[in-house]
């Protein structure tokens, strides 16, 4: 069966530092990765998704970045945090076949504070 | 474009009582629709989808939803509401054909359900 795996599940950074967040899929092949960013617990806002290696498609400008070295593995990261980068990260993944209909699967999320 | 509204931020009702949650969407074509919910700093659990076929779509947990195509809405039900259900729950929506299975959500609904 599928599993993602998202971690670390909480992290505290001073601003200016750096983060990478990583979200890693097991059993399943070529899947399309999401990263979203939800703040409040409310809505969740769509950063980053990627259709294959090396495929990162970015739906808003800010001060992250995502990369996809591997098939399975998904980074989030930035050089310099922001306050306003403060949030629940959220990692998502979607088999990537014409025919998938099943939604996503979400991993279990990073609560970011930047103090 | 897509898109997905969910009229009420909060729905409060007492055990035992039906539970409703309302969702309307916006697709250029067949649209596949989704029903998530998320408990507090956990990711999103899937609960139900519509694809094709019956309009109703039962799911986990006792939740069922409804698809009604010429209302554009997909609102998610309970006959007998429990006071576990308290969560937070989002609306999903995405084109049947589109090659980056983007699901595009609502702004969710906090569902309190009271002893």
């Known amino acids: 069966s599928q599993t993602i795996h998202q971690w670390p599940a909480t992290l505290v950074q001073p601003v200016g530092s750096p983060l990478s967040l990583e979200c890693t899929v097991e059993?399943?092949?070529?899947?399309?990765l999401y990263w979203y960013r939800q703040a409040a617990g409310r809505g969740l806002q769509l950063l980053f998704y990627?259709?294959?290696?090396?495929?990162i498609s970015s739906e808003v400008p800010q001060n992250l970045s995502a990369s996809r070295p591997q098939d399975r593995q998904f980074i989030l990261s930035s050089k310099k945090l922001l306050l306003s980068d403060s949030g629940f990260y959220l990692c998502?993944?979607?088999?990537?076949?014409?025919?998938?209909?099943?939604?996503?699967?979400f991993g279990s999320g990073t609560r970011l504070t930047v103090v | 474009a897509q898109s997905v509204a969910q009229p009420e931020d909060q729905v409060n009702v007492a055990e035992g009582n039906p539970l409703t949650v309302k969702c309307t969407y916006s697709?250029?074509?067949?649209?596949?629709l989704f029903w998530y919910v998320q408990y507090p700093n956990r990711g999103l659990q899937f609960l139900l989808k519509?694809?094709?076929?019956?309009?109703l779509v039962k799911g986990s947990y006792g939740f069922e939803a409804e698809f009604n195509k010429s209302q554009t809405s997909f609102h998610l039900k309970k006959p007998s509401a429990l006071v576990s259900d308290s969560a937070l729950y989002f609306c999903?929506?995405?084109?049947?054909?589109?090659?980056?299975?983007?699901?595009?959500f609502g702004a969710g609904t906090t569902v309190t359900v009271r002893a």
């Open positions: 998502a993944w979607s088999a990537g076949t014409v025919t998938s209909n099943y939604g996503y699967t």
């Open positions: 059993g399943t092949s070529n899947p399309n």
């Open positions: 990627s259709v294959g290696i090396g495929q």
């Open positions: 697709v250029s074509g067949n649209p596949y």
């Open positions: 519509y694809i094709t076929g019956d309009n």
């Open positions: 999903a929506v995405r084109l049947s054909l589109s090659n980056d299975y983007k699901l595009s």
